[in-house]
Antibody, heavy 121, light 107 residues
Framework: EVQLLESGGGLVQRGGSLRLSCAAS????????MSWVRQAPGKGLEWVSS????????YYADSVKGRFIISRDNSKNTLYLQMNSLRAEDTAVYYC??????????????WGQGTTVTVSS | AIQMTQSPSSLSASVGDRVTITCRAS??????LGWFQQKPGKAPKLLIY???SLQSGVPSRFSGSGSGTDFTLTISSLQPEDFATYYC?????????FGPGTKVHIK
């Protein structure tokens, strides 16, 4: 069964850092691009970042560029999101999602259950 | 960045109704669009990709159409489990952008 399991969320102070992880199973992780998407409480979905299958290409939303870093370890079947200089507006449920193909130019067919990040001021 | 709009923002419908949701891009995005369904407290679920391709396991009452700037998601006969919020997403060019969502209520 194809599965994504996020972890690492929690309560952090404004200006602090947090690293999210997403453990993948049931598919050849190294063959697919991956993404992070977030959803603030009561709000819609917001794309955060994507990474190609090899990790060579990364892309970010303007709202997180320069503060967040997406990476992956294909030997561990794990996707990461390093979040620095956290702001109150980063409070959200963060989902990792698998792309249908190997580049970022595909839609997302498998999603994790989400991990909650709360930034306190 | 490409802006995505959706209409309506919400709708009330009855079981068995035909429902149509529209998504419009601020510039042409070929057919690089997906539709997602999300229920409260759950992760989004991909329904349609590449504007009109039905994701595996999704009931055939869901269909998508359009290209360029105008796209449509149609539910041919609304079922009780279809009451949810629906989002479109353009994957033509980063930053990828979601529409604001359409909430489908029970009439």
């Amino acid at each position: 069964e194809v599965q994504l399991l996020e972890s690492g969320g929690g309560l952090v102070q404004r200006g602090g850092s947090l690293r999210l992880s997403c453990a993948a199973s049931g598919f050849t992780f190294s063959s697919y691009a991956m993404s992070w998407v977030r959803q603030a409480p009561g709000k819609g979905l917001e794309w955060v970042s994507s990474i190609s299958d090899s990790g060579d290409n990364t892309y970010y939303a303007d709202s997180v560029k320069g503060r967040f870093i997406i990476s992956r370890d294909n030997s561990k079947n794990t996707l990461y999101l390093q979040m620095n200089s956290l702001r109150a507006e980063d409070t959200a449920v963060y989902y990792c999602a698998k792309k249908i193909g190997n580049t970022i130019y595909y839609n997302m067919d498998v999603w994790g259950q989400g991990t909650t990040v709360t930034v306190s001021s | 960045a490409i802006q995505m709009t959706q209409s309506p923002s919400s709708l009330s419908a009855s079981v068995g109704d035909r429902v149509t949701i529209t998504c419009r891009a601020s510039q042409g995005i070929r057919d690089d669009l997906g539709w997602f369904q999300q229920k409260p407290g759950k992760a989004p679920k991909l329904l349609i990709y590449a504007a009109s391709s039905l994701q595996s396991g999704v009931p055939s009452r869901f269909s998508g159409s359009g290209s360029g700037t105008d796209f449509t998601l149609t539910i041919s006969s609304l079922q009780p489990e279809d009451f949810a919020t629906y989002y479109c997403l353009q994957d033509y060019n980063p930053p990828f952008t979601f529409g604001p969502g359409t909430k489908v209520h029970i009439k």
